[in-house]
C-alpha cells in the first residue's frame, strides 16, 4: 500500500525558512504528477507548489518567488523549500501523489509567528 510519510514542520520566525519533505513508499512514481498544499485555520485547502512527471513546477502566486519545489525520483521524494515565510503562511502541508493512487499525506504543521 502506497504511504506517504512528510516531515520537516514546525515553528519559525517571519522570514524564516524551513524545508519540508514527502517520502513516498512503494514503486517508482516518477510518472506522477507530485505536489502540495496546504490548509490554514478556518480555511479550505488550497493548492501550494506542484511537478509534473516531466519536471514542470507550478506554484500558487501567494508563494511564487519564496518557496520551490523538487523531487528526486530516486527515492521517490519531493521536498518543498520555503524561504521568507511569513505570517500568512502559518497552515498545514500535505503531500499529494496524482495519477492512479490520488493519495494524500498525513500533513505536517507550520506554524510562522514571531
Known amino acids: 500500500q502506497v504511504q506517504l510519510v512528510e516531515s520537516g514542520g514546525g515553528l519559525v520566525r517571519p522570514g524564516g525558512s524551513l524545508r519540508l519533505s514527502c517520502a513516498a513508499s512503494?514503486?517508482?512514481?516518477?510518472?506522477?504528477?507530485m505536489g502540495w498544499y496546504r490548509q490554514g485555520p478556518g480555511k479550505e485547502r488550497e493548492f501550494v507548489a506542484g511537478v509534473s512527471e516531466t519536471g514542470r513546477k507550478s506554484y500558487a502566486d501567494s508563494v511564487k518567488g519564496r518557496f520551490t519545489i523538487s523531487r528526486d525520483n530516486a527515492n521517490n521524494t519531493v521536498y518543498l523549500q520555503m524561504n521568507s515565510l511569513k505570517l500568512e503562511d502559518t497552515a498545514d502541508y500535505y503531500c499529494?501523489?496524482?495519477?492512479?493512487?490520488?493519495?494524500w499525506g498525513q500533513g505536517t504543521q507550520v506554524t510562522v509567528s514571531s
Open positions: 512503494g514503486n517508482s512514481f516518477s510518472v506522477y504528477f
Open positions: 499529494y501523489l496524482g495519477g492512479l493512487y490520488n493519495k
